[in-house]
């Protein structure tokens, strides 16, 4: 598992991060908002550790920012400020858990790992899909992959949730065209294909594993090996 620490503070930051290596995680120091901001949105971790007073850009600020980008994403605040407005903040920003400092690292362990368990559960929720790097959220109608947000239309969606609740069965365009469009859908059209590419180029356009594959003369597939 990775971890990213966000600590202006270099004692805390190092224990922080020696503390995580020696329970497993890879852990990653980024020492001001800014910092932690490019590094949050670039790369992908199980878990944030969030200080609020920091230079560049405060804890608060960049968990929202954070949330907005990858709602599914486990931030968790550690901070001095320990007021109930401070917590509540916290909360508002997107946080999913709260720990004042100072702190015992058991405590931080033991909340991470709830954090990350409290995902995993979402993600295997009725209201939710996931297979591979992607995640759908039903209720909310979005879906994301590698915790990156993507942006569909409603018939993508719908398209999108039939394929990820058949992963590795072939499904004939007869198939797809019924359960996405209706049984009275027209299938002397090629709109299938269509709507077929237009998933593939927001949910496989540059990563190296395609998601949903060709099978030729036959249909398509949902490939989440």
Known sequence: MKALIVEDEPKVALLLKEGLEANGFEAEIAYDGTIGKILALRNDYDVM????????????????????????????????????DDVMLGFDSGAGDYLKKPFEFRELLVRINALIKRKTKVNQSPNSLASAELTMDRNEKTAWRNNKKILLTAKEFLLLEYLMKNPGKVLSRMEIAENVWGINFDTETNVVDVYINFLRKKIDKGYNKQLIQTRVGIGYVFNDD
């Open 49 to 84: 550790i969030l200080d609020a007073m920091m230079p560049g850009m405060n804890g608060f600020e960049l968990c929202k920012l954070i949330k907005n980008e990858k709602p599914m994403q486990p931030v968790i605040m550690l901070t001095a400020l320990g007021s109930a």
